[in-house]
Structures are given as structure tokens and as C-alpha cells.
């Protein structure tokens, strides 16, 4: 395990989907910050299972106690301790039983790793895992947007064939995506892609989709060459949240097909500071923020938990068909959102506070 | 700075393009392990400058040299020092002359994050930074190889929108990559992708492309979730390296686009152990390896050198036009292969011996 | 801040005095090993105020929670979250009066450092903040104790002038240590301490001594050169508890005053394996366990707070007569013995650990 | 192996006796640094063998070079790399012949964890292997003194049973200290520790000693609490040299022995700032530096290399007497003054530049 990310704005998060509680402790974070339980549910929130009808119909509160770090609405410049409850608290004891890995789920490979494994919903492959990202995420962001103005936001960009078209990074807001149910801020498609959702969701289904995000406001000079490039850091948060399978930056894998006599961002005088005219490259050059809009894309594929009935085998070897029950989740994507803008925060954070130990900023 | 990459196989870099030398220093490597300059070599000399005409013209040896950490042929535990000498260790003297920012370099953002930077050639931008990596991954490599049989092979993808078929990522081999010198097993295709560099070098312009590349014989296991999943540190990695726009695993970006039903990977049992029928995964479960090869692809985008003149601005904002003179590499990818190969090994060896420290393996 | 100790068993901490709770986040616990509360609570019950008449009349019962990485009594390999609640949690409101910063306490750093404190009780300097130590360490050592048979006993050395004579490292038990409420094991002098212990307590004054620990079935080769050796890794340990001064390990300062000749300890063969005579080196050779028992001893200062009246200046410079009213703890030492075992602990796992990566043990 | 120090200014050191060369590799220094090699070498030619006739008659030149991250005289920001040369390039082929460990040399436990050792000189348990801590300790110290004005001075305090008197830590100067080859202030008591260190090397014995160090000028505020408390990180890179047994700051263990009403330093307004009457603590309150002069005590053991017969036993059990040939440094202390301002300079560096992450300093 490794559940501890970032240099010196440092999340540790714990918990899994069946034992007390699961969260965070934000080490690291600056002192004399304003920051109370209401600046963090918000994202929470957005987040949570059972906010409408095309995500999974468990319900869970998911509300946060601050447990450390903050007295009298400041933050001591100690450990921030972040708790959330879980409801279903009873695991199950599964010994005995017949033990089926679900295709594509991480059972087979915790099992093989650990020799044990959570008794069911996931463990700490689960979803719920991201709670703690989630809410240590807020107070990154917290920090940027009153530090540096910096404004993160993400939205769904396809499900499945079905993409958005017209969304502009330089403007697009939380407020704007957050009009329909899948976070889609072009209306038009926003629809088909509910109805789609809604369709798999009842075939017992399940669909892939992709998310984008940007990072404007973010100062120049941030990313640690040459391991921690800002786009290296943003590519391991963003590969480490559950379901991902890529992710690009500006003009990503269509930039592989381009020319440098078009692909390369001039520069020009604009607002006073160096600017590039277009911006290929998505905001960073060597692995360093230019102070254009960061900008990345990321590949969700389709949840692994499907209602369909599957033919597999069980951990011996035999040939099993495999019929899921209860719930799930037809696409993670709408959910997906808060997630990726609380882990490109933390990253955008940690790589602030690493660029002012320079003494710059 | 962060040139340190690795938890317990870690490797650190230095060097820049016109210093004394580049190198890296290996801590971690296991003790036991027979190692000569000769076991590195051949993948600085399948990433070095000047091998073939689709490369730049300056032509560097960059023999490596092992400081430390081998007597009589043996690794001894110790920190194993790799030194290759500089052929150019000459900086200029840029103080007092106009500083025109290269459009999608790092030379910019190197001056504002540091407020000083290399002279030419791209200080510690450059691709000679990746000596370093090369130098360490090979010495990775051949402990995997050793002890689990690893295999690890990279090849060029596609050049522009030129694609390779019929490449069988189970038996492809690092021989049949080197037939030709665009690294690109499909040879009708690599006749394309060659005449096309060749052309664009002529006429001073670059092109981007794509690497794949399979990691087989990985143990089940590898892997420290949840924030050092293998594809995360594998995304890092690679997006560490410089020109990369993107990096997918399995069925990426074009798994979003697919249902559960068909991405689901069922188990079976061959071989005489579990095994997945598809790979869509892509070699790894929750963030930890299944077994099943390893399989990612990586967008590089065109090198930012051209000789085309380009309308920018100097660092100062005036308006001027760029005509830059001398070599420019045309495309990356063929000398990115053992790059990548490189930072694949760095990866798996790093985790290979967290999960030893469980007692497994 | 860096609440974060360790690199594969690693412990985060988080609390101070006046928030909702303390507690750790263990990461990197060995799965599979057998762990509830009970196995947990003695140790804290050891550190716990209130619990003779020589330590603060403060009584909180300190009852620790796992709130996750355990399931049906075994640990599943994923962080151990662990919570005390605080029976205080109700921070005062300071603002607006004058600040006058303790002599010898924190309280004037810790506004220096980070422009605020927490209201009362030490904040994060607090000894509380040792709860988190204690929890993850009582897990530390079940792990070693079961894998390895490992004994870590530490036990009250000196209090003042008065010095423990007659303790046998290699004989010495953590019940033997307990028989007495300072835990000194020479009978004779533990009365002694106790009665000077009462006396300044009930003088407002208070007094430093020293303790000693030994930890025995350690394996032979743990630690990580150079930076890592064992005893610096013990030194930053125990240096990172509060009040301590000094640390030294087997002759330790005497050892300075001593010949090469004498000091030397000599091979022989004992008990079928290669052992030294004398162990003067106490237990570490090159920073590596040497298979012979771990001995060192730490300096604590006498505590800060202290109800005689003290002539100093408040924030502003201004001179003051201070008076502390309320309880306070007039010699850490009985208490510390938990907490010094504590991490012990915790360094020697995750060097076993560590150790454990290279296949080796 | 941990070979690398250091949270934002970080070293990573390598290099045995008998390699081609030892050096270090510092990442994260600070740009527009004035850098060269002659800021180095000064306190190298402190530290190497064969400076004076109390120390071992190996005469060593250890000429540093800067491979990298430097730049017509100024560090860019990006890792400076260093190398000395060794002279004595040859390892011996020991296999076959019989293994004596020597008794308290580190022979004994590299072979056991890591199956194999350096075949002569102590490999990476040398002294060698501090003189890339020396080098890339010169670079801290220049960053601080140019920044912070900070004066780190380390001075001989005792050799066996000989100790200094009368040395003022807020006054003595490191010429003072090289004004006799021992490098103890005190010049009555220095000419009868050079007296005791001939007479022992002549007998082919060897002595212990003690080396004290002073940190001026250091900024309020360095430190992280709680594991790495100032005193925390300057205790592991104490205890991380060679032949360290012990490590006291401040009052040290004699504050074990003190009340506390006697032990608190009270604070006053002097030279326009609040500093504290007394300074018992060393310089730290809570781990952070206070903004007195922080002062700490090393002990050494008596060099485990001397040239009198010892009875022992090889590595398979058999008892031998082993009688050295050779060259030996009768006493450490004098070598290891340059070693421990290396190591001074080291942490607060890296603690200056986290505490600037905070936009302090």
C-alpha cells in the first residue's frame, strides 16, 4: 500500500468500503487558512452514490467531520484529519465460501498480493476510497483559489461514441456543468448521454466515457523536473483513481499525429506577460507550468460490475457463469468529476508550496 | 528539481546538455547482481544521437563508465554510479544577448521557475537528461530479467498518421523492433514512417508519434495502491520523459468508448494458473499486476527544433521571427524506444521489491 | 509539519490537545496479522495520564477505535486508521489577550513558525500527540514480535541524580519494569524517585532523567546505509519525542573515553551462530543489526510547566512574573517507557521490512 | 542502501574505498548560487587522511569536480553532481580466502545482509564515503551563510579522558578551531590530546573522543515537527556517520539530571528581538529553532582498526587471533570536526527551504 501522495501538501487517506469510517489527513497544509466541515461537503457532495438516477441507487450522506488541524475556523498548520462514516459497517465473513473473482475488478489481484481480501463492496478498491481524496482535495483548492485565484474545473466529455462539442476551457464553469445530472456542459449531447446511461443501467450494463479538466490561474514556474513534472504528477494522480485507463494533456495522443510547424505555441505580448498564442501543449513546457490554462483529458472505462450474467471461473480454476445482484453503477464518469478537479488540487498545491520554497511566488 | 525517482530500486539523475557529463546514481539495486558496462551499452547506444538518417546529425558515443557499486563483476548492494562524459562541456555565454524563448520549449519556463538557465542546447531539458534513465533502466532490466524472466520491449506505434498493424504484442521482440531504423516491426508501414521523417527533416519541419510497449513475465502482484498503482507510477514515469502528451493502458481512451459487457476481462484457468481470456485491462487489476502483459502506448508529440522560421516574441514581448539553424531531430520515437523501455523496468523493479518486502514473491 | 515516519511501515500521526481526537494512520501493515483493539489498548493504557500519583492529575481514558484495515480480526493490508477521542475539545478563543509564550515550551516556535498556535494545552507539542505513536508502535511490535519473537523493554534509568544500578538487558521484562509506578526495575532506588518525584510535584517543581530500552531477537541485518543506518533512524525516532536531549547507543558517550583495544568486541561462536563477547557496539555494526541486542538510552529534560512563579517577557518583550496554575506532570520519564518502545518499534519493522525486499530473512 | 538526505535539498551520495571515485549528487539546490569548486575543496582538505602525523599516513588529495549544475559560475537550479577520484582503484579478488571479520568493522554485517562485501578498505562503511556528504555539505553551507548569514562551527571537545575547557560557542571561529592538528580550541588541553593520540598510534591502540558544533544565525522557525523536529534530523545525520555512539543538544543528558525551575530558559528582549536568557534547550523549542544558537555533542567510539593482536574468530566460527598490518587513524575526531558541520549544514538547509515553502524567511 501506498496511500500517502504529495511532498509537502501530503494526503494520507484510509478506509475501505465496509469498515468504520474512511478519510484523510492533510499534512502539510498551510496554517491560518479559513476552513470549516462547509468548505469541504460541497465537493463531497458532488461526489456521493445515489445523487440521481443514473448513478448507483445506494444513498450515503458521506458528511465529513474535521477531526484535527483547525481551531476557531483556522487551520494550525497541523495534520488536518478528515472522517466520513460509512454506513454499512458489518463486513461479511466470506471464509468458507466459493470465491468467484469478478472479471475486471481487483479481487483476483488483492487476493493474489495479500493473501487476503475485504469480504465484499470493493474493499479498498472501492469508490468509496476516493472519499478521502475528495475531501482533502477541497482544502487544496481552498488554498489555491484564495492564494493564486486558481480555478479547477472538470466535466464530463463523452460517454461512450456520444462527445461533447463547443465547451470552452477558458470559461467554462462548476456552476455550468453542474446543470444536468451527467456534468455535460453541452446540453444537447448532455441528454443523449442520460438517456444512454439510463438505458445500460436498466440492460444491466455498463459504458466507459472521459473527463476533462482545467487548471487556470495556475502561477508560472510549477512542476519538479524531471521526475516530477507537473504533467507527471498530474498523469500518476490521475492514473491512480479507480476505472482510468489514460490520460492526455493538450493536444495529447492527436498531438502525436501533428507537425511542429503547427503544434508549436508561439509567443506574443498579451496582458501585460508572455503568452502563447495557442496552447498545445496544455500548460506546462518541461514539466513546468507556463501560466497558460492547464488542461488534460482523461479515459474512464466502463464499470466492471455488470448485472449481465458472466462466464468465468472461480479462484480454482473451474468454469463458473458469474450473475451479479443489487446495485451498480452504469458509468462512473458523472461522479468522476469532483474527483479529478480534488486530485489535480493536490497536485497543484503540493507543486505551489514545493515552487515558494525558491522563494519565488 | 526532483531527480530522484523510485522507492527502493531509486534512481538519481544529473546532467545537462552542456555540463561535464550526465549519469545517474542507482541505490537500492540488489547486491549479487553481475553487472559490467557492457550490460548497459547497447540501450544507450539504441537511444544515443547520430545512429541512423532519420536522427540529428551530432554524433556522441556516450560510453558509460560505472563509478561504484560492482567489484569483480558483482552489484554489491551499494549506490551504483553511472558517468557518460559531455563531447560538447562548453557553455555559452548568453549574458547580455536577446533571449527569443523557443516556442514549446523549456527554455522559458526554465527562466521563469529558476531565473537562470542552461546556455544552449536545453540545459537539463534536453534528451540527454534521459542517459541517466537509460543507464539505471538497463541495470533494472537485467535484474528482472534474471529473476522473473521479464521481458520488456517497446516499438514505434504510428509516425504522424502513419500506423503500424499486426503487431503481436505477445511475441514481439526487441530484434524484430531493430530491423529497420524507424523501430517499427510492421516493415511496410516503417518504409512510410522513414521516407516520411527523412522528408520533413529536409524540409526543417518534425513530426510526433506513438510507442507502445509490453512488459511480459511480470509477477502477479506489483503494484502499491492506492496512489502508487502500477499504472500510475508507470503514467508518471512516462510522462516524465520529455515531448510526451499521453499515456494509455490496455484499451485507454478507446475503452471509454466501450460496455461493461464486452470490456470485462473473464478469468479461465490456462496454462495451469488464472489468466484472463481479453486483456483490455492491459496486465493490471486495481492497480496491481495480474499476471497478463503489461501493455501501454505513449503520444509523442513533434520535437519543438525546427529550421522553419517562426513568429514569436522574445522574452521581452517585441515581436520577432525565429530562424533557428544547425541539427533538429525530426521525429523522436525511434530513439525514444529504449527510453521508454528504461522507465518501464525502473517501474516494475521498484515494485518487484516493495512486494518482496511482503515476503511474496 | 512531517507526520509521516517510515517507508514501508509507515505511520502518519494527526491531533493536538483541544481538537476532536488523536490517532495514526498505519500504512504498509504487514496483512493477514491478527490485530484488534486489545492488542493496542495496554500500551496506551502505559502512556496514559492519571494513572499514578506521580503524573498529572488529568485521568482520560484514552480508548482507542481501528477504524479501518482490519476485518474479522485481521489486518487486510490496507492502512490502519486508529482514533483516541479527546476528552477536551473545546479550544479557547485567545484572541485579544496577552500572549505570554511558557519559557521552554513550543508555544513561542509555534507561532513564529506558522503565525498561530493552538489555544491551550500545547497544540501539537502536546504529549498527546504521542497517542498515534503509541497505537501504530503496539502494531509494529506484534508484527515483530510474531515474525521474529522480538522483545522491546524500555525502562526508567535515572530520575535527577538518582541512577538504576544493577539492570540486565538481557533479562530485563516489561512486567519486571511495571512492579513499580516510576517502572524502574532496581526495587531500591525506584522509592527513592517516587518519593523526589512527589516532593516536587508538590513543590511546583519538576525534574529530567533518563531511559534506558533493549531490543532483543532482532534479526541480523537491519538498517539502510548510509543515511538509514539503524541507530540513526532510532536517534531521529527518539529525538522526535518531546523533551528528549540526548540519545546514545551501547557505550555510547562513555565509549568516547575508551581505547579501541577494550572497546572492540571479538567474534565467537555461541548458540550456533557468530556472536560478539562483549557489545559495546550495542547491537548495530556499519548502522546493520548485528543479531546481538539493541541497547540505548535516551535524556529526557525536565518538563516546562511548572507552578513556581518565573521571571521572563511576554510576545511584546514586555518583562512578566508568569504563574502556571493547574496540573502538571513533574517527570515524564514513567510515562515515556511506552512511547520509547513505541518507536522502537516502528523503526525496527520497517527496516525488517525493508530488509525483507531484498528476499532476504 | 539509503543513500539519499534531504527533503527539498537533498543528497545522494555513492562511491566505496576501492571504486573509481565517491561523490554526491545535490538536488534541489538553489539557483543563481555562486558555485565552484574551490568553495568545496577547503573543507574536503579538512577531512582528508594524511593531513597531519596524528592521523592515518594514506594521503589521499581528494580533488573535487562539479560534473554538472553549474554554469559559467552560478548553479542553475538543476543537480549538481561531484566526484573525487579514488587513488587506490583496485579491488582485491578476497574470494577463497578466509573471512576474519574484523571485530566492531561493519565487514561482518554488510556480508549478512547483503551476501557479499567490498573487498577491502570497508567498502561503503569507509570513511571515503563521507567526503560526498562533505562536498555537497560546503553547497548548503554556502546557501545559508549567504542567505542567512549562518555560522556553523564543530570543534574537538574531548579525546578519551582529555577534555576542552573555556570554548565560548557564540565566539569561536573555525580558524580558531585549525590553529592545532587536533582542532580543540582549548590549546592547553589540545597538546596533550595530540600527545595521547601519538603515543596510541605508535602502540597501535586507538581512543574515542568528542566533537561539539555550534549553529549561529539560524533563522526562528526551522523544523518539522513531529518526526522531523530540528533536532530530530540533526541526530539521524549525526548518527548516520561512521563511529558515532551518541548525540546530545543543549543540556543533553546532564538536563537529565536538572529541575525544571533551574532548566527553563525565560525569555528577555535583547538586540531588538525576543531571545532567551539561558539556553538550555540548544536552540530548539518543539523541534523548531528558536533563533538561539543551536548546539549539539557527538560522541565517536575508539576506531575499531588497530594494529594489536585480537583474539577472535572467523567467519565460520573458528577462533583466530587477528593481527592487522598496516595504517591506521588512531582517533577520529580531529577528521570528523569538517564531517559534522557537513552534516549541520545538510539539515537546516533543507529545513530553511521548507519553512520558505511557506512563504516565510
Same mark, same amino acid.
Given at each position: 500500500?501506498?496511500?500517502?501522495?504529495?511532498?509537502?501538501?501530503?494526503?494520507?487517506? #484510509?478506509?475501505?468500503?465496509?469498515?468504520?469510517?474512511?478519510?484523510?489527513?492533510?499534512?502539510? +497544509?498551510?496554517?491560518?487558512?479559513?476552513?470549516?466541515?462547509?468548505?469541504?461537503?460541497?465537493? /463531497?457532495?458532488? =461526489?456521493?452514490?445515489?445523487?440521481?438516477?443514473?448513478?448507483?441507487? &445506494?444513498?450515503?450522506?458521506?458528511?465529513?467531520?474535521?477531526?484535527?488541524?483547525?481551531?476557531?475556523?483556522?487551520?494550525?498548520?497541523?495534520?488536518?484529519?478528515?472522517?466520513?462514516?460509512?454506513?454499512?459497517?458489518?463486513?461479511?465473513?466470506?471464509?468458507?465460501?466459493?470465491?468467484?473473482? =469478478?472479471?475486471? %475488478?481487483?479481487?483476483?489481484?488483492?487476493?493474489?498480493?495479500?493473501?487476503? =481480501?475485504?469480504?465484499?463492496?470493493?474493499?479498498?478498491?472501492?469508490?468509496?476510497?476516493?472519499?478521502?481524496?475528495?475531501?482533502?482535495?477541497?482544502?487544496?483548492?481552498?488554498?489555491?483559489?484564495?492564494?493564486?485565484?486558481?480555478?479547477?474545473?472538470?466535466?464530463?466529455?463523452?460517454?461512450?461514441?456520444?462527445?461533447?462539442?463547443?465547451?470552452?476551457?477558458?470559461?467554462?464553469?462548476?456552476?455550468?456543468?453542474?446543470?444536468?445530472?451527467? &456534468?455535460?456542459?453541452?446540453?444537447?449531447?448532455?441528454?443523449?448521454?442520460?438517456? /444512454?446511461?439510463?438505458?445500460?443501467?436498466?440492460?444491466?450494463?455498463?459504458?466507459?466515457?472521459?473527463?476533462?479538466?482545467? +487548471?487556470?490561474?495556475?502561477?508560472?514556474?510549477?512542476?519538479?523536473?524531471?521526475?516530477?513534472?507537473?504533467?507527471?504528477? /498530474?498523469?500518476?494522480?490521475?492514473?491512480?483513481?479507480?476505472?482510468?485507463?489514460?490520460?492526455?494533456?493538450?493536444?495529447?495522443?492527436?498531438?502525436?499525429?501533428? &507537425?511542429?510547424?503547427?503544434?508549436?505555441?508561439? #509567443?506574443?505580448?498579451?496582458?501585460?506577460?508572455?503568452?502563447?498564442?495557442?496552447?498545445?501543449?496544455?500548460?506546462?513546457?518541461?514539466?513546468?507550468?507556463?501560466?497558460?490554462?492547464?488542461?488534460? =483529458?482523461?479515459? #474512464?472505462?466502463?464499470?466492471?460490475?455488470?448485472?449481465?450474467?458472466?462466464?468465468?471461473?472461480?479462484?480454482?480454476?473451474?468454469?463458473?457463469?458469474?450473475?451479479?445482484?443489487? &446495485? %451498480?453503477?452504469? +458509468?462512473?464518469?458523472?461522479?468522476?468529476?469532483?474527483?479529478?478537479?480534488?486530485?489535480?488540487?493536490?497536485?497543484?498545491?503540493?507543486?505551489?508550496?514545493?515552487?515558494?520554497?525558491?522563494?519565488?511566488?
Amino acid at each position: 500500500m501506498s496511500s500517502t501522495f504529495g511532498t509537502l501538501f501530503r494526503v494520507t487517506t #484510509f478506509g475501505e468500503s465496509h469498515c468504520k469510517g474512511v478519510g484523510a489527513v492533510v499534512d502539510g +497544509c498551510p496554517p491560518q487558512l479559513k476552513l470549516s466541515e462547509a468548505d469541504i461537503q460541497p465537493q /463531497l457532495d458532488r =461526489r456521493r452514490p445515489g445523487q440521481s438516477r443514473l448513478t448507483t441507487d &445506494r444513498n450515503e450522506a458521506d458528511q465529513v467531520t474535521i477531526l484535527s488541524g483547525v481551531e476557531n475556523g483556522r487551520t494550525l498548520g497541523t495534520p488536518v484529519a478528515l472522517l466520513v462514516a460509512n454506513k454499512d459497517q458489518i463486513p461479511k465473513d466470506y471464509s468458507g465460501m466459493q470465491f468467484i473473482p =469478478r472479471p475486471s %475488478h481487483a479481487e483476483y489481484t488483492y487476493q493474489m498480493k495479500y493473501g487476503i =481480501r475485504a469480504s465484499s463492496g470493493g474493499g479498498r478498491s472501492s469508490a468509496r476510497e476516493t472519499i478521502g481524496r475528495v475531501a482533502a482535495g477541497a482544502i487544496a483548492e481552498k488554498y489555491l483559489q484564495e492564494t493564486f485565484g486558481t480555478q479547477i474545473v472538470a466535466w464530463v466529455d463523452s460517454v461512450g461514441d456520444l462527445e461533447a462539442a463547443g465547451v470552452d476551457q477558458d470559461k467554462i464553469t462548476r456552476a455550468a456543468v453542474d446543470q444536468n445530472v451527467v &456534468r455535460c456542459p453541452d446540453e444537447k449531447i448532455a441528454g443523449k448521454m442520460a438517456d /444512454l446511461i439510463a438505458r445500460l443501467k436498466e440492460e444491466g450494463d455498463s459504458i466507459g466515457g472521459t473527463v476533462s479538466c482545467v +487548471c487556470r490561474h495556475v502561477p508560472v514556474g510549477l512542476g519538479e523536473p524531471v521526475f516530477e513534472k507537473l504533467e507527471a504528477k /498530474l498523469a500518476q494522480a490521475m492514473l491512480s483513481l479507480p476505472a482510468t485507463k489514460g490520460f492526455e494533456i493538450g493536444s495529447g495522443f492527436a498531438g502525436a499525429r501533428m &507537425r511542429g510547424s503547427r503544434h508549436n505555441d508561439p #509567443f506574443e505580448k498579451r496582458e501585460g506577460r508572455l503568452r502563447t498564442r495557442t496552447n498545445y501543449a496544455g500548460g506546462t513546457l518541461g514539466g513546468i507550468s507556463s501560466g497558460e490554462a492547464i488542461y488534460f =483529458r482523461l479515459a #474512464f472505462k466502463p464499470p466492471a460490475t455488470i448485472m449481465l450474467p458472466q462466464a468465468t471461473a472461480d479462484f480454482d480454476g473451474q468454469a463458473v457463469v458469474l450473475e451479479a445482484k443489487g &446495485r %451498480h453503477d452504469p +458509468c462512473v464518469v458523472p461522479r468522476a468529476v469532483a474527483i479529478v478537479e480534488a486530485m489535480a488540487a493536490l497536485v497543484v498545491a503540493d507543486m505551489a508550496l514545493r515552487q515558494q520554497a525558491r522563494g519565488a511566488l
